[in-house]
């Protein structure tokens, strides 16, 4: 009996599957993309949307924020150093990337360089034989996490800094180091400080080098070439955000005068470049016994306007003088971790009626793919469309304060302007969201609790056509902002 049932339903299964392919007409294929676009390992970084950096080194024990290269090596001393713990920290709070900043600009080396004696093989920490970069690579690798290392071109204690020719060889020397002996590297993070002390980076011959010993690894800096600078250290990204700039008009370690540039980015951008926003869960970079982290509604404030707003969030939680990450600090980036699952835990747009749109590309790229969280399958407007809207209907009347876009980036960023609006009982149609750029992601806090049964996205321009949409989500974030108003429009 039950043989015969599933005979019979696989023969069903059968005949469903070679029904479905009769009409056999070809799908139209995808559109082009629009260039530029990123690249494997650029769409991967920005799907991981936030990562940690860990300041720690002389100043950790000196109270300072930037060292004078003078510090005697044996104040570095943390008596209870556990990367492990570090790692757990990041791993637990639902982070896959950690940053360690292996030189500051200082100079002092967190691992034994055999370019300078300015470094733990100097210290009394473990004799002198301990190798903080070391003891962080085993962590991650046990947990499975990834690694990134900043190296700091300004280095106030190297003698030959200054030299054009014998400081570069010397930083692209331990650049070397760090990146043949301690596995796969992530990221790779530089800046172009340099004091006032004038002597040139070179740039190119560095980059090259970089991605000729890490072929997996991002370079970060200003200007890129892989992940930019957002302008601030704030967290905040510029309201509209593209994730392209022109790399040649930006000079690495001189961006004071184009801040909102990179705050911004480009439209007409030759360079997929995508903003990441570093900022510290305390004031300073380092660790300082007077300063706490900052409250949970403040960091929910810099998630919203990076990865709310096309970016990455790198945020900063410096270890302590013991080599520990502080309890109070632990706790925070939990609460943290904690809101965010929850604030997205429901998507309230995940199943609708139904759901429809001005037009569509295709059969395949329809308006229901917008309710898959896979940004590879997109809703489309018909080709040469640069417009357009799409419909939910809720099956409801529905609470929400929290609306989330996402477009389709491998096939590069288009969307210019869009607004969302809300068919309101009293009020009609009613816009309330609207912005310029989507890109990866976007995140929009509404001001009050919206209640609707109706929702739409309306794309009003892209710089090419069609707009790719692939992702739309409502929540109700318990986290409420602005004064915490709990009024409900409907
Ligand atoms: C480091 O080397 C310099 C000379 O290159 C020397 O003057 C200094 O004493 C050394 N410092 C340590 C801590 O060994
Ligand atoms: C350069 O910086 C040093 C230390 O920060 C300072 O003492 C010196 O006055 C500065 N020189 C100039 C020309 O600004
Ligand atoms: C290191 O990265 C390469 C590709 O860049 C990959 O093939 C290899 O499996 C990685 N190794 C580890 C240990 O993750
Ligand atoms: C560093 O943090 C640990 C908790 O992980 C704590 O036990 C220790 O006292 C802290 N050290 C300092 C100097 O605050
Ligand atoms: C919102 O409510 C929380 C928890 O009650 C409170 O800590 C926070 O200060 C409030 N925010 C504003 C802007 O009133």
């Given at each position: 009996?039950?043989?015969?049932l599933?005979?019979?339903?696989?023969?069903?299964?059968?005949?469903?599957?070679?029904?479905?392919?009769?009409?056999?007409?070809?799908?139209?294929?995808?559109?082009l993309?629009?260039?530029?676009?990123?690249?494997?390992?650029?769409?991967?970084?920005?799907r991981?949307?936030?990562?940690?950096?860990?300041?720690?080194?002389?100043?950790?024990?000196?109270?300072?924020?930037?060292?004078?290269?003078?510090?005697?090596?044996?104040?570095?001393?943390?008596?209870?150093?556990?990367?492990?713990?570090?790692?757990?920290?990041?791993?637990?709070?639902?982070?896959?990337?950690?940053?360690?900043?292996?030189?500051?600009?200082?100079?002092?080396?967190?691992?034994?360089?055999?370019?300078?004696?300015?470094?733990?093989?100097?210290?009394?920490?473990?004799?002198?034989?301990?190798?903080?970069?070391?003891?962080?690579?085993?962590a991650?690798?046990?947990?499975?996490?990834?690694l990134?290392?900043?190296?700091?071109?300004?280095?106030?204690?190297?003698?030959?800094?200054?030299?054009?020719?014998?400081?570069?060889?010397?930083?692209?020397?331990?650049?070397?180091?760090?990146?043949?002996?301690?596995g796969?590297?992530?990221?790779?993070?530089?800046?172009?400080?340099k004091?006032?002390?004038?002597?040139?980076?070179?740039?190119?011959?560095?980059f090259?080098?970089?991605?000729?010993?890490?072929?997996?690894?991002?370079?970060?800096?200003?200007a890129?070439?892989?992940?930019?600078?957002?302008?601030?250290?704030?967290g905040?990204?510029?309201?509209?955000?593209?994730?392209?700039?022109?790399?040649?008009?930006?000079?690495?370690?001189?961006?004071?005068?184009?801040?909102?540039?990179?705050?911004?980015?480009?439209?007409?951008?030759?360079?997929?470049?995508?903003?990441?926003?570093?900022?510290?869960?305390?004031?300073?970079?380092f660790?300082?016994?007077?300063?706490?982290?900052?409250?949970?509604?403040?960091?929910?404030?810099?998630?919203?306007?990076?990865?709310?707003r096309?970016?990455v969030?790198?945020?900063?939680?410096?270890?302590n003088?013991?080599?520990?990450?502080?309890?109070?600090?632990?706790?925070?980036?939990?609460?943290?971790?904690?809101?965010?699952?929850?604030?997205?835990?429901?998507?309230?747009?995940?199943?609708?009626?139904?759901?429809?749109?001005?037009?569509?590309?295709?059969?395949?790229?329809?308006?229901?793919?917008?309710?898959?969280?896979?940004?590879?399958?997109?809703?489309?407007?018909?080709e040469?469309?640069?417009?357009?809207?799409?419909?939910?209907?809720?099956?409801?009347?529905?609470?929400f304060?929290?609306?989330?876009?996402?477009?389709?980036?491998?096939?590069?960023?288009?969307?210019?302007?869009?607004?969302?609006?809300?068919?309101?009982?009293?009020?009609?149609?009613?816009?309330v969201?609207?912005?310029?750029?989507?890109?990866?992601?976007?995140?929009?806090?509404?001001?009050?609790?919206?209640?609707?049964?109706?929702?739409?996205?309306?794309?009003?321009?892209?710089?090419?056509?069609?707009?790719?949409?692939?992702?739309?989500?409502l929540?109700?974030?318990?986290?409420?902002?602005?004064g915490?108003?709990?009024?409900?429009?409907s």
């Amino acid at each position: 009996m039950s043989c015969l049932l599933v005979l019979c339903s696989s023969l069903l299964v059968i005949a469903a599957a070679s029904d479905s392919k009769l009409p056999s007409s070809p799908p139209p294929p995808p559109p082009l993309p629009v260039l530029p676009i990123p690249s494997s390992k650029q769409l991967h970084w920005q799907r991981r949307e936030r990562s940690i950096f860990f300041h720690f080194g002389m100043n950790t024990f000196t109270d300072s924020e930037t060292g004078t290269g003078l510090e005697d090596p044996r104040l570095f001393f943390p008596t209870h150093l556990n990367a492990r713990q570090w790692v757990s920290v990041a791993k637990d709070a639902g982070f896959t990337l950690v940053v360690l900043v292996a030189k500051h600009h200082d100079g002092f080396c967190l691992w034994p360089s055999k370019y300078t004696n300015h470094s733990v093989a100097s210290s009394f920490w473990k004799s002198g034989k301990g190798d903080v970069v070391r003891e962080l690579t085993d962590a991650v690798a046990e947990a499975g996490i990834d690694l990134g290392l900043y190296l700091s071109p300004w280095d106030r204690h190297e003698p030959s800094y200054g030299n054009t020719l014998d400081y570069n060889k010397h930083y692209l020397a331990q650049m070397r180091e760090l990146l043949t002996n301690y596995g796969n590297i992530s990221e790779v993070w530089l800046d172009g400080a340099k004091g006032n002390i004038s002597m040139e980076y070179k740039f190119d011959e560095w980059f090259e080098t970089i991605h000729q010993l890490q072929p997996g690894a991002l370079i970060f800096s200003d200007a890129g070439p892989d992940t930019r600078w957002v302008g601030d250290e704030q967290g905040r990204a510029g309201a509209t955000c593209w994730s392209m700039v022109r790399r040649s008009s930006i000079q690495i370690g001189n961006s004071g005068p184009i801040l909102q540039y990179l705050n911004q980015g480009d439209e007409h951008g030759s360079d997929w470049v995508p903003p990441e926003c570093d900022v510290s869960i305390r004031t300073g970079w380092f660790w300082h016994r007077s300063e706490r982290p900052k409250d949970l509604w403040s960091l929910l404030d810099i998630y919203y306007t990076s990865v709310g707003r096309n970016c990455v969030l790198l945020l900063n939680v410096p270890p302590n003088s013991s080599g520990l990450i502080s309890d109070e600090d632990s706790k925070t980036l939990r609460a943290l971790s904690t809101a965010i699952t929850t604030i997205f835990s429901v998507n309230l747009a995940a199943s609708p009626l139904s759901v429809t749109a001005s037009s569509a590309y295709s059969t395949e790229h329809g308006p229901h793919q917008v309710l898959t969280p896979d940004i590879s399958s997109f809703w489309s407007p018909r080709e040469g469309e640069a417009a357009g809207w799409l419909m939910l209907d809720l099956g409801k009347p529905t609470l929400f304060n929290l609306v989330k876009i996402q477009e389709a980036i491998a096939w590069g960023q288009r969307v210019r302007y869009h607004r969302v609006d809300v068919l309101s009982v009293t009020r009609g149609w009613t816009t309330v969201a609207q912005g310029t750029t989507i890109g990866y992601k976007r995140l929009h806090r509404l001001k009050l609790i919206v209640k609707a049964q109706l929702v739409k996205l309306v794309i009003l321009d892209s710089r090419a056509a069609p707009p790719l949409v692939a992702s739309f989500g409502l929540y109700l974030d318990p986290y409420p902002h602005v004064g915490n108003d709990t009024s409900v429009i409907s």
